[in-house]
């Protein structure tokens, strides 16, 4: 059963393409047939919207079926069943991919091309003109880091330059809507601070982003709303606030001399000690008398926020609570 | 059709990168040095029967590399999931395969015209003769093995390299041997509606006459346009059914 935090629902079929989301995926399931009978079903309900303009995640553990459901949107297999638009279109009418960028996860080019030609070989599929494709390549092999590198055969390049170029060719056309799988796989620490950077850049410019990766931080700290898949299904969906925010409780940071005061000792939980600054949670209806008195020991409070657990912390607890997590869900054999 | 000749300019590109034109062109000279020092020869050295090896081996030289590039493009691309690049754009299955197809003919063209070149040259020097009339067997060679190649790329949509090498060739061998099929005289010519190869075996005009005329070059072009053309449906409704 989905833990759904927000409260929007599925709008479904009549909503103009202006208004639609700029990704929806409802009731998605896909099930392979097997040589020895029975069927295998790595999708068995995935339900995504993902508003425009936002940046939103997609995680799960290997095997929940992530790049499954991204392929079905992105027409590279075929859905059991399930419903998938992007801008108000159905993925698989013609055009409707036109204003969409994907990276697939550990992207692979034909070798024997330069960095340009390729460039200018998805600049033809994007339907750009010959002078949008210098311009835009030029741009954007500046932009992810690959400049100087046009006329450099892609044998020569390494796995995170690779991963720089299928980025930049998933930005050719200006593209709405991106959908990136594990957009910092292979890079170094630099380049996925730059892939971060590049992210919410495209996001405060409007291009609605669907991330999806393993790496935990990196969506915490760049996505508006996750779902989180497990075993071909949502286990989890909303905003980020929503989903980490620990209820009742808020965690004060402080900097002062020795222990905390007497009064504020009993109230306080799970204390963090850094040098002289402590961080602490305290439930929300005993804020005021903390804050009162550790000023009043001459304490001074660094921050007072709504206590938010680590997505890896609650993603690692939302899996060991699942109890089917043990065993691939199987659909009767046929 | 933009996307399928950008399809197709990135498989050529490909192709040179990889030499395989140049290779099959000085393998082309090498072979047309060689023909004339075959041992039939010795019995008295004919300009007709040079011709007749000459569109043999080219024949044989474009079988081969037309098999080994269209068998397995798609196996390969789809393998190496360089696919995925292009068919999660705007681009229909069919726009990649027929691209696909065309890109391997077109480097199967270049390579075809290099054998005459070279023919024709050691013919001149040879047999004091220039032998315009090969370009015309390159021609029938050429449409013929795009049709087997465009078979082979059919059944790479669904099969391994090896299968579709042993289809294209079966398809090949029984495209020629309808005539015994159907137990007609040797010279005799199947229905027009009966499917066959034989309509690009252009040796007889080509080495011993005085070439094929207009008509009939038209007539070739047409069947190899409707074989090509059946084949890429089938292409198109296998790889449109493919998860990749």
């Known amino acids: ?334 | 059709m933009r996307k399928v000749i950008a399809i197709a300019g990135a498989v050529v590109a490909d192709a040179v990168r990889r030499k395989v034109v140049w290779v099959v062109a000085v393998f082309a000279a090498l072979l047309a040095v060689a023909v004339p020092a075959l041992p039939s020869y010795g019995v008295g050295v004919m300009a007709p029967v040079y011709r007749e090896v000459s569109i043999a081996l080219m024949w044989s030289a474009a079988l081969a590399v037309g098999l080994a590039l269209a068998a397995t493009r798609i196996p390969v691309e789809v393998e190496r999931r360089t696919v995925f690049n292009v068919i999660s754009r705007d681009v229909r299955r069919w726009q990649y395969v027929l691209g696909s197809w065309l890109g391997m003919f077109a480097v199967l063209g270049v390579m075809v015209a290099a054998f005459p070149v070279a023919t024709i040259g050691i013919g001149a020097f040879v047999y004091g003769e220039v032998m315009w009339r090969l370009f015309e067997g390159a021609l029938g060679v050429w449409l013929e093995i795009g049709v087997i190649m465009s078979v082979a790329v059919a059944l790479s949509c669904e099969f391994g390299s090896i299968t579709s090498v042993v289809g294209a060739l079966a398809f090949a061998f029984i495209g020629h041997a309808v005539v015994g099929l159907l137990k007609l005289p040797p010279d005799a010519r199947p229905p027009w509606y009966w499917p066959t190869l034989d309509v690009f075996n252009v040796i007889n005009p080509v080495a011993h006459g005085a070439g094929f005329g207009l008509v009939y070059g038209l007539s070739m072009i047409a069947a190899f346009v409707a074989w090509v053309a059946i084949f890429m449906i089938i292409s198109s409704l296998v790889f449109g059914r493919r998860d990749l």
């Open chain 1, 1 to 334: 059963m989905a833990m759904t935090v927000d409260s929007a629902e599925q709008t479904g079929s009549g909503v103009s393409e202006g208004d639609a989301p700029a990704i929806l995926i409802e009731h998605a399931r896909k099930d392979y047939g097997r040589a020895a009978g029975g069927r295998r079903e790595a999708v068995a309900d995935v339900s995504i919207r993902v508003s425009r303009g936002a940046l939103h995640g997609l995680l799960g553990p290997n095997g929940s079926g992530k790049t499954t459901t991204l392929k079905m949107l992105l027409g590279l297999v075929r859905p059991s069943s399930g419903r998938f638009e992007i801008l108000g279109a159905p993925s698989t009418a013609p055009g409707a991919r036109a204003r969409l960028g994907f990276l697939p996860e550990q992207p692979y080019f034909p070798t024997q091309l330069t960095a340009g030609e390729a460039m200018r070989l998805y600049g033809r599929l994007a339907g750009l003109t010959r002078t949008q494709i210098a311009e835009q390549s030029a741009e954007l092999l500046d932009r992810v880091g690959l400049d100087g590198r046009q006329k450099t055969l892609l044998s020569k390049f390494s796995r995170g330059m690779l991963q720089r170029l299928g980025l930049a060719a998933a930005l050719l056309g200006d593209p709405e809507v991106l959908v990136l799988d594990e957009p910092a796989s292979g890079l170094d620490p630099i380049g996925q601070r730059d892939v971060r950077n590049l992210m919410v850049e495209l996001k405060n410019a409007g291009v609605t982003v669907l991330l999806s990766s393993h790496q935990l931080s990196e969506v915490e700290a760049i996505s508006d709303e996750v779902t989180i898949l497990n075993r071909g299904r949502v286990a989890a969906r909303g905003h980020i606030d929503a989903l980490l925010n620990v209820a009742g409780q808020t965690s004060v940071t402080a900097r002062g001399q020795g222990e905390l005061p007497p009064v504020v000792r009993p109230i306080v939980e799970s204390v963090a000690i850094s040098g002289a600054t402590q961080v602490f949670s305290v439930p929300d209806d005993r804020v005021r008398t903390v804050v009162d008195a550790l000023d009043d020991s001459g304490w001074r409070v660094v921050s007072v926020v709504p206590k938010r657990a680590s997505l890896e912390d609650y993603f690692a607890r939302m899996l060991d609570d699942d109890p089917s997590s043990d065993a691939p869900r199987k659909a009767g054999g046929r």
